[in-house]
């Protein structure tokens, strides 16, 4: 180690949190005005990327040998970003001027759908292969520092950062339409009365968001490859440091960019510890250290360190009432599982069957276990995959390092969940909205990083193999009637727990906290309790998950199973008791169905939720009763 190689760790560190910045300022400007979570924000950034490789390319070859060469090469790069912002101005107009007095859910479900289209587009005209970008004329060199070369381009990546938070301050502070956007972020309803047009407003405030996160793939495309991967690496990124910074502070994401880039700068140079006989790679941890960082700021200071506390969230409105199914809903589900349980009496026409059935059945336990936590209970998660890859880990570990049988080691599996959710759900029930949502991400990127650093536990990303089956389950169809007995059971079983007092409190703490607490409820208890049972039937599902697959490896924890999760719950309808069933089954046999039969299966996929979320907002089984629009445009919530 030595003073040269810090001091260039660090920089690289910097460099990489200007880039962040950009992206993170857009999603904290669009969420401050539009209260939208964009998923797609991501997406935007990739798009950026991709378009400056190829405008950098035209301009570079069509201005070769002049004196133009290098202005061509320096104007592709905001061109790249101004495309990306009329883009972004574009999908507000068409998709979500129209839902933007639905639930935050189903708002996040629409930029989900954009995320799997843009992503199809970026295929579609430039490949999977990566795409680099030529080197920036004037910036091609590098500067010697402390007898070390560093690359003349990060400089000025360092510089640009500081740059456009100044401009973005100015914007704000010394600009008509930054004060109407300070004012729309504080109180919509005001500003409606003022005569404001708030859908342009709203219009040019997304415009810019997207024009900041193209901005920012411009300007990384010089020093980083364009792959298809980068926008949900890049939006995960993002949500960190706007939580971590305050969400609607841009001052606050730029120094929880920085704080958070030089952390992983620090692991990096660090490298490799001993404790206890025992070598750590502190560089892997830069697999989770921003999520560590958050969950830490988060547990600390709730708002994020320059924002402001939210007050407390109105009652929740628009909810259903739950009640216990009729004797005609009930012959109805069990005519449902006839029809299930002589489905592998198909399966000599359509072998392929019994295998796509207990899909469908683990993913119905999955989305039913997410939809008792959001639904009923009231609790976001977008990091409901942890559960269900501890559960699937769990049963592994039974089965491969205890030597446990099969049917021991299922049972098992589900209760490496559960101490995961006493520890981490303690934290994550003593915030809502956002902030718990993000919080429960950030523990499942934790265990999803511990999971690739314990190799000699885990397998490392290699994974766990060998999970069979007993002998007596050696088929698929007797392992299809197996998951099919077990996700009845425990759909049975979280139907009963919705009518319980445990329920019933949780509904009670959802509608209306203050006054639960009045009479005397434990609500923090409550929701730690419908925490831990919501783990328990999802950590059920990946323990059912490892057998039908006979390997287990990290990605049974990544965001995509957190988000593939949501949208099941969103498509079969949050209001609807078989709503997660019914989404469930929709999804994935979408997902199947469409994969096979074409390259741009996202692409699909992204079109018929979009189509949903306008055409029924309410989902599958809820979607004549749109659901009821938030209090008043102007209320704030966190």
């Known amino acids: 180690m030595s003073f040269s190689g810090l001091l260039l760790q660090l920089l690289n560190g910097l460099a990489d949190a200007s880039a962040l910045f950009l992206v993170a300022a857009g999603l904290s400007l669009v969420f401050g005005v539009t209260r939208i979570v964009n998923f797609a924000h991501g997406s935007f950034y990739m798009l950026g990327m991709y378009l400056a490789v190829s405008l950098t390319r ?34 507000e107009i068409v998709v979500l001027r129209r839902i933007y007095r639905a639930p935050e859910l189903f708002q996040l479900l629409a930029t989900f759908a954009f995320v799997l289209l843009l992503g199809d587009l970026a295929l579609a005209v430039w490949g999977p292969a990566d795409q680099f970008a030529a080197r920036a004329p004037g910036l091609g060199y590098a500067v010697v520092l402390l007898g070390r070369r560093f690359p003349a381009y990060d400089l000025f990546l360092i510089l640009a950062g500081p740059a456009v938070l100044g401009l973005l301050w100015l914007l704000q502070q010394r600009t008509r339409w930054g ?24 219009t040019s405030a997304f415009m810019l968001g997207a024009f900041l996160a193209g901005l920012g793939g411009a300007l990384a495309a010089p020093r980083t490859p364009a792959t298809l991967s980068l926008d949900i690496e890049v939006i995960a990124s993002a949500f960190v440091v706007v939580v971590v910074g305050g969400l609607g502070s841009i001052p606050g994401a730029f120094l929880a960019a920085l704080l958070i880039c030089e952390i992983k700068a620090l692991c990096i140079f660090i490298g490799d510890i001993t404790i206890a006989g025992q070598v750590f790679s502190l560089s892997r941890l830069t697999l989770a250290a921003e999520f560590i960082v958050m969950a830490i700021v988060l547990i600390w ?62 993913a119905a336990l999955f989305a039913a276990s997410l939809h008792f936590l959001i639904g009923p209970a009231g609790m976001h998660s977008f990091g409901h995959a942890a559960w269900f890859g501890l559960g699937a880990y769990g049963a592994a570990f039974a089965a491969i390092h205890a030597g446990l049988p099969m049917e021991a080691a299922l049972l098992l599996g589900p209760l490496l969940a559960v101490l995961a959710a006493l520890l981490f759900g303690w934290f994550c029930v003593r915030l809502s909205g956002v902030y718990m949502a993000m919080l429960t991400l950030a523990c499942a990127q934790i265990i999803w990083a511990l999971a690739y650093q314990f190799e000699s536990l885990t397998g490392g990303s290699n994974g766990l193999i060998g999970l069979w089956p007993s002998p007596w389950l050696d088929t698929p169809e007797t392992y299809y009637y197996l998951s099919l007995a077990s996700c009845a059971g425990c759909v049975w079983l979280l139907r009963r727990l919705i009518f319980s007092p445990l329920g019933l409190g949780l509904r009670a703490t959802r509608d209306h906290s203050a006054r639960a607490q009045a009479l005397g409820m434990d609500t923090r208890r409550l929701q730690w309790a419908g925490f831990i049972a919501a783990a328990l039937f999802a950590g059920m599902a990946g323990s059912l998950y490892a057998f039908s697959k006979g390997s287990i490896a990290p990605d049974v924890l990544a965001v995509g199973r957190s988000v593939d999760g949501l949208v099941m719950v969103m498509l079969g309808g949050l209001n609807a008791l078989a709503g997660p069933l019914a989404g469930a089954s929709a999804y994935t046999w979408l997902h199947d169905t469409v994969a096979r039969a074409t390259e741009y299966w996202h692409a699909v996929l992204g079109l018929v939720i979009l189509l949903l979320v306008v055409l029924l907002p309410g989902g599958l089984l809820g979607g004549r009763n749109r659901p009821a629009p938030p209090p008043a445009p102007g209320a704030s919530h966190a």
Do not use: C, H, K
């Not at 004060?179 to 047009?197: H, Q, T, Y």
């Open 58 to 91: 035209t301009a570079t070859g069509w201005s070769a040998g002049t004196p133009w060469e290098t202005a061509a090469y320096w104007l592709a790069l905001p061109l790249a970003a101004v495309v990306i912002g009329l883009l972004g101005g574009l999908l």
């Open 179 to 202: 004060m109407l956007l300070r004012a729309a972020a504080e109180n919509r309803s005001m500003l409606s009365a003022l005569g404001v047009n708030q859908a342009l407003l709203f």
């Open 301 to 362: 200071r709730p708002w994020g360190l320059l924002g402001q506390p939210q007050p407390a969230p109105p009652p929740e409105r628009g909810a259903a009432t739950l009640r216990p199914a009729s004797p005609r809903v009930r012959l109805a589900y069990l005519f449902l599982l006839a029809i299930l349980a002589a489905l592998p009496l198909l399966a000599d026409t359509w072998p392929y069957l019994t295998i796509l059935g207990t899909d469908i059945l683990i």
